[in-house]
Nanobody, 117 residues
Framework: QVQLVESGGGLVQTGGSLRLSCAASGSIFSFDAMAWYRQAPGKQRELIASITNTGRTDYADSVKVRFTISRENALNTMYLQMNSLKPDDTAVYYC???????????WGQGTQVTVSS
């Protein structure tokens, strides 16, 4: 069973940057796609960025241009570079992965990102 572990969250001021990492305990090469979700207090979890094993990326409108998703198969790690952060980006960020499924079946525990105004 592959485990996913997020890191890189923290407290940052408006306009600042953070880079989140998602390290897998096994090879990520076999994942069809990986993604970042986030859940703000009182809100549903939302998909904000995804990347396929061919490198195709997709973003929610709320983070497009400001966030960049990437993956380094050799390191079994996925990243989320977050720039121009806003207070509305405050949430717990989760990484997820799917393998031979349309649903994301593998999840990390989450990392807190707090953007102060």
């Amino acid at each position: 069973q592959v485990q996913l572990v997020e890191s890189g969250g923290g407290l940052v001021q408006t306009g600042g940057s953070l880079r989140l990492s998602c390290a897998a305990s096994g090879s990520i090469f076999s994942f069809d796609a990986m993604a970042w979700y986030r859940q703000a207090p009182g809100k549903q979890r939302e998909l904000i960025a995804s990347i396929t094993n061919t490198g195709r990326t997709d973003y929610a409108d709320s983070v497009k241009v400001r966030f960049t998703i990437s993956r380094e198969n050799a390191l079994n790690t996925m990243y989320l570079q977050m720039n121009s952060l806003k207070p509305d980006d405050t949430a717990v960020y989760y990484c997820a992965a799917r393998r031979r499924s349309v649903r994301y079946d593998y999840w990390g525990q989450g990392t807190q990102v707090t953007v102060s105004s």
